[in-house]
């Protein structure tokens, strides 16, 4: 695996991938970004939710010049979630460096877009009638776009906008970099790559299906920062003998670590800014039960081979569900069976299905524990505790003293205390962790019947209208030519 510090990245984008939580980069990133950032015209072969936008939004942001406040970069996306969604990562991207980034899209008020396209957006992600649109009146000029991108090629080619796709392309100019990504390679978007592109360079990444076997999955939905009592109430209640905790940044590793060992847990935390020295040093803890939770990032832990890991916890999902698998695939080895269970907030459900969709397994849904339970938990762990002494150890020599206990006391109070003297009570410690993005999948088509804002990442934000469903979003029909459409289409 290949992390984004071993790809030239700019510190300004490192330290938003670093913000957004992101060390590794998935395959499709790793084999595209060196390629645009040589200036080659690549075509991308992969599915949804492997890390498309991050693979052809960094090469275009480090283009970007920000002294210019012209759009440099255009996306073309075939819905407006879509064009939301990438627009909305494109944002986190290049907040730092200060690029601007504008969704354009169908059902939106026209002048309102007229007014955020003459505030200077650097990059505009639009779906392809109502940029179009914006062709024709000119109010987005192309001019200076060195950079363009076709995010879903094949769903737009499905939903009947291949020849918006030409017009759109043919109004860029012709020294520009062109990146297009498509899941399929259909005939009609090879032609687009043969006359319309130059000499591109192929990236094919075919989502692996994987199953994982003797693994117990469940997720609990949970708003992130209840994430912390959440996962101390079910080790309480679970009292793994080993058990690893991933979490996305360096960052939130530390203070889960710290916030353990304050609650009286035995915690170590592993990252990349660990000498190897210490690395080693955690890792031989754990190894030998000196050490019961390590929390670590995907890439301080890649290699671990640490047999009885009993349970692993994802507090924070991973970016892509390859990640997931190598996680989870910590516990349940040399045949045993291990539990994984999955943190998400309520926006990560989608990031969820398409885990299961990929390791072709059910995650069911948990309750999230309460702090009774796992109260009752450590109790539990000091009945058994106490049951196991009775059954195996020659208790002889403490009966005398036992029967003169209960002289004075009755049986219920005495085993009450013998329990509360086992019980390892929490301390009630405050625990604060930093936040963290949500990581929400691309929904590259269908109705969404929930509204939409106007979301412009620099200035006010107006409402939206809804999607347009099956007609294209500047309510043209979706064949035939630019020329034409300009003299006959109905008013927006």
Do not use: W
């Not at 062709?135 to 094949?154: Q, W, Y």
């Not at 080693?280 to 890439?299: C, H, I, P, Q």
């Not at 309460?370 to 109790?379: F, I, K, L, S, V």
Request: hydrophobic content about 35%; overall charge positive; cysteine-free.
């Amino acid at each position: 695996m290949t992390t984004f510090s071993e790809l030239s990245i700019s510190q300004p984008i490192m330290k938003s991938l670093e913000k957004m939580g992101f060390e590794e980069a998935t395959p499709i990133q790793a084999e595209t970004i060196p390629l645009a950032m040589e200036g080659n015209d690549v075509i991308g072969q992969a599915q949804t939710g492997t890390g498309k936008t991050a693979a052809f939004g960094i090469p275009m942001i480090e283009k970007i010049d920000t002294k210019q406040r012209k759009i440099q970069g255009l996306v073309v996306a075939p819905t407006r979630e879509l064009a939301i969604q990438v627009a909305e990562e494109i944002h986190r991207l290049g907040k730092i460096k200060g690029v601007r980034t504008l969704p354009v899209y169908g059902g939106q008020h026209m002048e309102r877009q007229i007014r955020a396209l003459k505030d200077g957006p650097h990059i505009v992600v639009a779906t392809p009638g109502r940029l179009l649109d914006h062709l024709r009146r000119r109010t987005i000029r192309t001019d200076s776009v060195h950079t363009a991108v076709l995010d879903e090629a094949d769903e737009m080619l499905n939903m009947g906008f291949i020849d918006d796709i030409r017009d759109i392309l043919k109004n860029i100019p012709e020294d520009r970099q062109t990146l297009l990504f498509s899941a399929t390679m259909p005939k009609e978007i090879r032609d687009i790559a043969t006359n319309l592109m130059k000499n591109p360079k192929e990236v094919k990444v075919k989502t692996k299906e994987m199953t994982v076997e003797n693994i117990d999955q469940s997720f609990i939905e949970v708003p992130d920062k209840y994430k912390f009592d959440t996962l101390t109430n079910h080790l309480d209640i679970n009292a793994p003998q080993l058990a690893i905790v991933f979490s996305r940044t360096k960052k939130r590793v530390d203070e889960i670590a710290e916030g353990l060992q304050a609650r009286g847990f035995s915690a170590e935390g592993i990252h990349g800014d660990l000498t190897q020295g210490k690395r080693m040093s955690v890792l031989n803890k754990f190894k030998n039960g000196r050490v019961e939770v390590l929390v670590a990032t995907d890439v301080a832990a890649r290699g671990l081979d640490i047999s009885g890991v009993t349970h692993v916890y994802n507090f924070d999902i991973p970016q892509d569900p390859e990640s997931y698998v190598h996680r989870i695939g910590r516990t349940g080895r040399a045949g045993r069976t291990g539990e994984a269970i999955l943190f998400i907030t309520p926006r990560e459900i989608g990031h969820l299905h398409l885990i299961e969709k990929v390791t072709k397994s059910k995650i069911k849904r948990m309750v999230p524990p309460t702090n009774q339970e796992a109260r009752r938990g450590q109790q539990q762990i000091a009945v058994e505790k106490l049951t196991k002494t009775i059954e195996k150890d020659d208790l002889k020599s403490y009966q005398e003293t036992a029967s003169e206990i209960l002289q004075d006391h009755d049986s219920v109070s005495v085993i009450a205390a013998a329990l509360k003297l086992l019980t390892k009570e929490r301390r009630d410690t405050p625990v604060s962790i930093s936040s963290a993005q949500p990581i929400s999948v691309k929904r590259s088509g269908g109705r969404d019947n929930r509204k939409s804002g106007n979301k412009k990442f620099y200035g006010k934000r107006g409402q939206g209208g809804r999607n347009q469903g099956g007609r294209n979003q500047s309510g043209r029909n979706r064949k035939g030519n630019f020329q034409k459409r300009r003299n006959n289409r109905p008013n927006s």
